[in-house]
């Protein structure tokens, strides 16, 4: 099959032109459960929306049962004074309810959270206030998680044993209501999603993502993931955080297409499975993820050995140690891409262009984006200078946010993603890094992405963390926090191997001075490693 030109689709893009994959363009009138749902149900009742997997069973829901299900849950919502805006919270597992919940609460034009369900009382206590939320799903294996908050708004639990007292049960009141079909419509800037930062460097912050993002979701699925047809789809990541729902809920919906939720946590030997027994063609997920797949090693992976299409990922920058094996293994290269939860995706090495990948860069910036990078000053610098990557908003037509809740947008030009990259010279990004993580020593700005990365190609190490240690002679030096491999013994002739192996595949002035072997790395629910406690350790 032919790509497309990177070239000609970033100097084409027209939002009129995208705007098509809505039925209503960017005209008043839009609405989430529509795109998502009814005009597929409308012509494919039977084509299927989700497949469901856990360990004992394997279901179905198809668009006409996402649309019916989803119009009487909407109509329980509507009798609890559920309202445009409202916001209705979710904390269940991937499965059949998560997906239903958020199309009913869409149709009403309210306004949908969703939480990770690993979070702990305090986290989802901050996030119910801070949202507002009217009402929460949730399952009976979280639902103790609620005991003893405060601000607890009206409970519907999904249960098999029945629901508390005082508690809702869902498909209990889902199969007595009467479908309500008819979305409600609202203007494009409109909120449908109400999302929460990951909060790696203080308390999470709340936004709104506007119903206009559903474009940019949908143009991402096309040219970043280049989902088609015939392939079988499966997005690893949860969708309590925004690659998940943006990607693995969303996106597939909008363009008619079925997704995939696995019930369960990750484990490489079961996710070989799936893949192999619902023929996934196209797969989506974390660095963490694939890392855990190279580990169950090279046996393991060969029942699903070029059956594999296309593999993109997200999250965090991918290692080339994890790309060179999924290509040697696995017959196909993993496409690394770049977002966050106030953005979306906006550089890629698009699947569906005609553009080669090159291992350790992020990509190029995606149509609809002008991607800038920013020195000290806030002025744009060239190739090979590191800086900070910022969105040109005057020239970015597919930029939706719209700010946090609690502070009203920056009116500056550039809005600035607080991460570090640099230009090539073929026009992709490098991701250096957080720009708090990047390390200035003897004079040199290293990246610890750079360093993380030939550690990793090391047979000895399965992870490792690189942050900049105060230092009165160098400003900082390098350390390196180091998991190694099962098998593997930490010993001081191993560090010394392990500087020397950087120093001679980097460069002499970005190797680690100081090496600490450890049993893990402090990481976020979602797998992103957070370097600032390393720091403050």
């Known amino acids: 099959m032919s790509r497309m030109s990177y070239k000609a689709a970033y100097e ?41 997997e856990s360990d004992d069973q394997s279901t179905a829901l198809t668009f006409g049962e996402l649309w019916t299900k989803s119009a009487r849950f909407a109509d329980f919502l509507a009798r609890q004074n559920i309202a445009p805006g409202d916001c209705i919270a979710a904390l269940v597992p991937r499965g059949c309810e998560l997906m239903i919940a958020a199309v009913a609460t869409w149709r009403l034009g309210a306004v949908f959270l969703p939480l990770f369900t690993a979070f702990g009382d305090t986290a989802i206590d901050h996030r119910l206030r ?33 629901a508390r007292d005082g508690d809702f049960d869902f498909w ?15 203007m494009p800037e409109s909120p449908f999603l109400r999302m929460f930062t990951s909060g790696t460097t203080g308390k999470p912050k709340s936004l709104d993502v506007p119903l206009r993002a559903l474009v940019a979701f949908a143009g991402y699925m096309r040219e970043g993931i280049e989902l088609m047809p015939e392939d079988r789809f499966w997005n690893l990541a949860d969708p309590g955080w925004a690659y998940g729902l943006y990607y693995a809920l ?24 799936v893949i192999r027994r619902r023929g996934i063609t196209n797969l989506a997920g974390s660095p963490t993820a694939f890392r855990l797949l190279m580990v169950a090693g090279a046996e393991a992976v060969m029942p699903i050995k070029d059956q594999l299409r296309m593999i993109s990922s997200a999250g965090e920058p991918l290692p080339p140690e994890i790309n060179r094996w999924f290509q040697e293994h696995l017959g196909v290269a993993i496409h690394d891409h770049y977002g966050q939860t106030e953005l979306g995706m906006v550089v890629a090495n698009h699947n569906a262009f005609d553009r080669f990948a090159r291992a350790g860069s992020a990509g190029f910036p995606s149509p609809g984006y002008r991607v800038a990078v920013l020195d000290d000053a806030g ?38 993603t607080g991460d570090a990259a640099e230009w090539c010279s073929d026009g992709s990004l490098t991701f250096v890094g957080r720009t708090d993580d990047v390390i200035t020593s003897s004079g040199y700005r290293i990246g ?35 998991v190694l491999k099962p098998e593997i013994e930490p010993a001081p002739a191993l560090a010394e191997s392990l500087k020397q192996h950087v120093r001679k595949r980097l460069s002499a ?29």
């Open 379 to 416: 002025s744009e610098v060239g190739i090979g200078v590191p800086g900070e990557m910022a969105i040109d908003r005057s020239q970015s037509p597919l930029f939706w946010f719209q700010g946090y809740r609690e502070a009203p947008p920056s009116p500056d030009r550039y809005y600035r």
């Open 448 to 482: 610890p992405f750079d360093v993380e990365s030939v550690l990793a190609e090391h047979a000895a190490i399965l992870e490792a963390a690189v942050i900049g240690k105060p230092d009165p002679e160098r400003t900082e030096i390098v350390k390196a926090f180091v």
């Open 250 to 273: 969303i996106g597939p919906l909008l363009l008619g297409h079925s997704t995939t939720f696995y019930s369960g946590a990750f484990d490489a030997e079961k996710t070989i499975r």
């Open 172 to 186: 209990t009141e889902l199969n007595a209501a009467s479908p309500r079909l008819e979305p409600v419509g609202l």
């Open 12 to 52: 084409a893009f027209d939002l009129a032109i995208a705007a098509d994959v809505l039925s209503n363009g960017l005209r008043p009138g839009i609405n989430a459960a529509f795109e998502c749902c009814d005009r597929h149900a409308t012509v494919r009742p039977d084509a299927p929306a989700l497949f469901y």
């Open 509 to 537: 002035h970005a190797y680690p001075r100081e090496i600490e072997f450890v049993s893990e790395l402090p990481k976020t629910p979602s797998g992103k490693v957070q370097r600032f406690l390393l720091r403050s350790l």
């Open 130 to 162: 801070h949202a507002q939320a009217r009402l929460l799903l949730v399952d009976e294996g979280n639902r103790n998680k609620l005991d003893g908050l405060d601000h607890l708004p009206t409970v519907i639990t999904v249960s098999k044993s029945g």
